[in-house]
């Protein structure tokens, strides 16, 4: 089965940028999608289709996949990202089969 | 507005049967997947399958085919996830989310959980 694997800890300071991967074969071949998750709390979509973004969300958030990695990048880190993240590919289209990865939790210190 | 609004949470024993439902209102139910989503305590999110209320086309991932139930009521908008015999190890949030309708490859919008709580 195809597996995405995330680092389980990011630590950032307010201000600077935060990086988060997401490893998986050929993943640059699968359109990424990621969420936000904040404890108690649903996650949400925060970048899609790679690095496009829904409407209300900061362009602070982006990505981009390439290879074997998947990468969210936060700019100017705030207070309030600090949550749960998690990536998301469509594993199988024929079998509507989908992977999420391992979670990576950020601190902002 | 477009929302998923779930029902509350459970305590069950085990070996009991439990439907939750997922309320769907703002856009067209029928047209876009539904997608259930579990998330043990302190662990990450697993996608357990999805259902197409159009015509009721259901995939279920491997590690809950056979497990649990997915079915949908087009008249009310609502989408239900069932078990007939729980386990306490099926303790857990369980989201639904709608797919986006393009692709069916994200997940736009998703509901506030129903906590399911199984205890002898």
């Known amino acids: 089965s195809y597996v995405l694997t995330q680092p389980p800890s990011v630590s950032v300071a307010p201000g600077q940028t935060a990086r988060i991967t997401c490893g998986g074969d050929?993943?640059?071949?699968?359109?990424v999608h990621w969420y936000q998750q904040k404890p108690g709390q649903a996650p949400v979509l925060v970048v899609y289709?790679?690095?496009d973004r829904p409407s209300g969300i900061p362009e602070r958030f982006s990505g981009s996949n390439s290879g074997n990695t998947a990468t969210l990048t936060i700019s100017r880190v705030e207070a309030g990202d600090e949550a749960d993240y998690y990536c998301?590919?469509?594993?199988?289209?024929?079998?509507?089969?989908?992977?999420f990865g391992t979670g990576t939790k950020v601190s902002v210190l | 507005e477009v929302q998923l609004v779930q029902s509350g949470a459970e305590v069950k024993k085990p070996g009991e049967s439990l439907k939750i439902s997922c309320k769907a209102s703002?856009?067209?139910?029928?047209?876009?997947?539904i997608g259930w989503v579990r998330q043990m305590p302190g662990k990450g999110l697993e996608w357990m399958g999805s259902?197409?209320?159009?015509?009721?086309?259901?995939r279920y991932s491997p590690s809950f085919q056979g497990q649990v139930t997915f079915s949908t009521d087009k008249s009310i908008s609502t989408a239900y996830l069932q078990w007939s015999s729980l386990k306490a190890s099926d303790t857990a949030i369980y989201y639904c989310?709608?797919?986006?309708?393009?692709?069916?490859?994200?997940?736009?919008?998703w509901g506030k959980g129903t906590t399911v709580t199984v205890s002898s």
């Open positions: 989310a709608k797919f986006d309708y393009l692709h069916a490859s994200y997940m736009d919008v």
């Open positions: 703002g856009y067209s139910f029928t047209s876009h997947w």
């Open positions: 259902i197409y209320p159009g015509d009721s086309d259901t």
């Open positions: 050929n993943i640059g071949r699968k359109a």
């Open positions: 289709d790679d690095s």
């Open positions: 998301q590919v469509l594993n199988s289209t024929s079998d509507h089969r989908y992977v």
